[in-house]
Structures are given as C-alpha cells and as structure tokens.
T-cell receptor, first 113, second 112 residues
C-alpha cells in the first residue's frame, strides 16, 4: 500500500545512546517532515525537508539531526539520547506545500531510560 | 507566533448526537487549515483541508468551517457513531512557510 513507512515502531534506549529513525514514502512527495508528539502538547515540528537536498530546523531541533537521503527517504538521528526525548515520533510527507494534505506514518514510540 | 488551541480537551456524547469540535488560532494569516483523526497508537489521518479562500469543506457526515477573521474553525460531525471515537486534531499552515502548527486535540468518545 502506498504511504509513509516508519521504522522501528518501538525502541528503548539508554541515556547517551544514539539511534536513527527511518522514514520512506512512495508517493513521489517533495516535502517531508519529522514531528514529535507529547501528551497534551500536540505535534511539534523537529525538522523538515522542503525538497530533495534541503533541510531546515523546525520548532524543537535541539538534540536531533536529519538527512534527506533521496526523494523517498528522510531519516532522524538522535546522537546522544536524553530522557526528555522520550516521545512518539511521526514522519509525514506532502506533495507540495499549501494545496495538499499531509500523509503521516504510523509513528515510532521511543523511550529513553 | 501562531498558536492553535482546541477546546474541550475531551468530550463524551451518546450515539446519534450531532456535535461540534472547536479550533482557534491566533494568526489569521493562514494558508490552510486541516483536520485530522488519530486513533490510539496510530498515526494521523487527514479528514478535511480548507484553503484560506474557502469557508467550508464537507466529506460525508463531516463538515469543517473556517472563519479567519475570528480565528476559528469548527468540525461538525453529524449523527455520531461509536466508530467516530478518536482524537481529532486541527492544524494551521501559515503563508510563506513550510511550518504547520497543531492543536493538542479533542478526545471524542461516542457511547453506544
């Protein structure tokens, strides 16, 4: 099925460990996004990639890095995980900003202990 | 800075009732506003998108309206069903940028 695929679905990390969250879309969308969702706070934008080859910071970029590997793939890296990064992470894509709705992945539930 | 607020945070209604979910935003210079549904442990599913030039959008039993001057959007659900139970989020996208601001959502429970 066409859509946005995120891996892994669940992850537990120890403080200081690193990991990369993977995201891939097969809809030929230009823009891709990483959000985190915390209870009572809605979704907050971490980083986005307006098009292949570009990335920009969102609202809460500290502690994260991203790579737009190609048009399909957009990864999120935690270099040194902290308990404050315990959250549910969502990847999303959109064909072109403005006229179209977002398609979201099913999320990665990350716990940092 | 855009802020999006959804009230109430939670709502419980009997099956068959018509209901309205509210979304308010502080910056009226929005490009579009989108409503999403989120089931527990799942991602977000897009329901309706309203462009800034539009006043409303309809899909089946759902109707979303947009009033930029008052900074409000509403999602109307007709003849609610237990299957409508989920969290509903609204999101405002601003002109000239790629950033979309989400509300915290309204958790809806429809009792059979």
């Amino acid at each position: 099925n066409a859509g946005v695929t995120q891996t892994p679905k669940f992850q537990v990390l120890k403080t200081g460990q690193s990991m990369t969250l993977q995201c891939a879309q097969d809809m030929n969308h230009n823009s891709m996004y990483w959000y985190r969702q915390d209870p009572g706070m809605g979704l907050r934008l971490i980083y986005y990639s307006a098009s292949e080859g570009t990335t920009d910071k969102g609202e809460v970029p500290n502690g994260y890095n991203v790579s737009r590997l190609n048009k399909r793939e957009f990864s999120l890296r935690l270099e040194s995980a902290a308990p404050s990064q315990t959250s549910v992470y969502f990847c999303a894509s959109i064909k072109d900003f403005g006229g179209y709705g977002y398609t979201f992945g099913s999320g990665t539930r990350l716990t940092v202990v | 800075k855009q802020e999006v607020t959804q009230i109430p945070a939670a709502l419980s209604v009997p099956e068959g009732e018509n209901l309205v979910l509210n979304c308010s935003f502080t910056d009226s210079a929005i490009y579009n506003l989108q409503w999403f549904r989120q089931d527990p442990g799942k991602g977000l599913t897009s329901l309706l998108l309203i462009q800034s030039s539009q006043r409303e959008q309809t899909s089946g039993r759902l109707n979303a309206s947009l009033d930029k001057s008052s900074g409000r959007s509403t999602l109307y659900i007709a003849a609610s069903q237990p299957g409508d139970s989920a969290t509903y989020l609204c999101a405002a996208s601003n002109t000239g940028g790629f950033k979309t601001i989400f509300g915290a959502g309204t958790r809806l429970f429809v009792k059979a």
